[in-house]
């Protein structure tokens, strides 16, 4: 249990970034990590960047993350992933959606960030949301897909991942969400 974990989630509003954090930051303390978590989302309901910091393990003083320490840096924007890079290094694993949003006062979408990326990051996923959306049916699931995948990587079970969710999402959509996030895992 030594080893601390610095995980960065990065999107704009309405992607689930804070849910994501809030569920990721709940099963670390369920699994007996000592956990420290970090948000900012001031403009996000209007297309604005929002991004947590989650670190656990062991001890953990700060929420924030060293520039280079992040271990998994996930984006729920493809361009919010270069706005963030500081915080990654060559060995980070990164998943990075091909969700597109130009931003305000823009007129074209920038070229070539998935080719960049792919050149710096041995461990790079790219996730193609068109596909995933069609396959959990709507894209508000999609926050919970990537928390499957990232699951594979971190030190604890579906059991606390699930009971994470359970307390964090509506309890309507709980089956639905449960459902993605296995789909997430395979």
Do not use: C
């Amino acid at each position: 249990m030594s080893k601390i974990w610095n995980i960065l989630l990065v999107g704009v509003g309405g992607q689930g970034i804070v849910l994501s954090s809030d569920i990721l930051s709940a099963a670390a303390l369920a699994a007996g990590f000592d956990v420290k978590k970090s948000e900012i989302h001031g403009m996000s309901q209007r297309g604005g960047s929002v991004f947590s910091h989650v670190r656990f393990g062991e001890r953990i003083y700060s929420p924030l993350l060293s520039e280079g320490s992040a271990d998994i840096l996930i984006s729920m924007e493809e361009m919010e992933s270069l706005r963030w890079l500081r915080f990654a290094r060559p060995d980070t694993r990164m998943f990075v959606s091909r969700t597109r949003i130009l931003p305000a006062m823009t007129e074209k979408y920038p070229e070539g960030i998935e080719e960049w990326l792919k050149k710096r990051f041995k461990d790079l996923t790219m996730i193609d949301t068109e596909e995933m959306i069609k396959k959990i049916e709507s894209p508000k699931y999609l926050n919970t897909l990537v928390l499957g995948l990232i699951a594979e990587f971190l030190p604890f079970d579906d059991r606390v991942w699930e009971s994470a969710i359970g307390r964090f999402v509506p309890e309507k959509t709980l089956p639905k969400n449960l459902e993605v996030f296995r789909m997430g895992r395979v």
